[in-house]
Nanobody, 125 residues
Framework: EVQLVESGGGLVQAGESLRLSCTAS????????IGWFRQVPGKAREGVAC????????YYAGSVKGRFTISSDKAKNTVYLQMNSLRPEDTAVYYC??????????????????WGQGTQVTVSS
């Protein structure tokens, strides 16, 4: 069974940091690019960051570039999203997702074929 399990969300104040984790199972982890997108109720999903299947190239949305870092631990089948200098506008449910084909850009959330249940991130001002 394919699983992507997110963790690490929570409530923080503006300027603080959080690290999200996404642990994958049930599929060949090294064959897929893994990314994060977020969604606020009533708004469209927004791509945040993605790391390619080789885990050497990363892509970010302009709104998070320089503040967020995506990384991977192959031994743990886990992808992380380190979020620094958080802002109230970062408040959303964050989802971890996978793409099978090679990427050279930040994928649109519609391109992912499977995602997890999401984790809530709330940033207070």
């Amino acid at each position: 069974e394919v699983q992507l399990v997110e963790s690490g969300g929570g409530l923080v104040q503006a300027g603080e940091s959080l690290r999200l984790s996404c642990t994958a199972s049930g599929f060949p982890f090294d064959d897929y690019a893994i990314g994060w997108f977020r969604q606020v109720p009533g708004k469209a999903r927004e791509g945040v960051a993605c790391i390619d299947s080789s885990r050497t190239s990363t892509y970010y949305a302009g709104s998070v570039k320089g503040r967020f870092t995506i990384s991977s631990d192959k031994a743990k089948n886990t992808v992380y999203l380190q979020m620094n200098s958080l802002r109230p506008e970062d408040t959303a449910v964050y989802y971890c997702a996978r793409i099978y084909y090679p990427i050279t850009y930040l994928p649109d959330p519609q391109e992912y074929d499977y995602w997890g249940q999401g984790t809530q991130v709330t940033v207070s001002s």
